[in-house]
């Protein structure tokens, strides 16, 4: 059952990032607007209520951390490629490709003789 949970969750990979930006984008629009105002237009909002302003100060670091989050997210292409190498790797260490290999040397030695052979001809 674990090996099929995470096969399912790596293929909601592409979800999960389109969710966390969605969430990003609803979250991080209003806040940068609300800052713009603060800051640039310098609103009464800013100078006469500062208590209420430190209310939303605090709202950047979940949008930090959730942009830290979603650069360690990998997407289902990226996933099947690093599964895909550690697989051929595990392969190629195997006896049988060691063979394998031999073998394919030895044949394509054999294949580059026989050309030099006929260019003397």
Do not use: H
């Not at 790596?10 to 969710?19: E, G, K, P, V």
């Not at 629009?29 to 310098?42: A, D, G, N, T």
């Not at 670091?61 to 790797?89: E, H, Q, R, W, Y």
Request: hydrophobic share 50%.
């Amino acid at each position: 059952m674990s090996e099929i949970w995470w096969l399912y969750l790596l293929t909601r990979l592409d979800n999960i990032q389109a969710l966390c930006t969605i969430i990003l984008l609803c979250g991080g629009i209003p806040y940068l607007l609300l800052m713009f105002f603060i800051f640039v237009e310098k609103t009464s909002f800013y100078n006469d209520e500062s208590e209420k302003f430190m209310q939303y100060v605090w709202f950047w670091k979940p949008l930090v951390l959730l942009m830290v989050f979603m650069t360690f997210i990998p997407s289902k292409n990226d996933v099947a490629f690093i599964l895909a190498g550690t697989g051929i790797i595990e392969t190629a260490k195997s006896d049988t490709a060691q063979r394998l290999a031999g073998k394919s040397v030895n044949v394509f030695e054999k294949y580059l003789d026989e050309l030099l052979k006929e260019e003397k001809k």
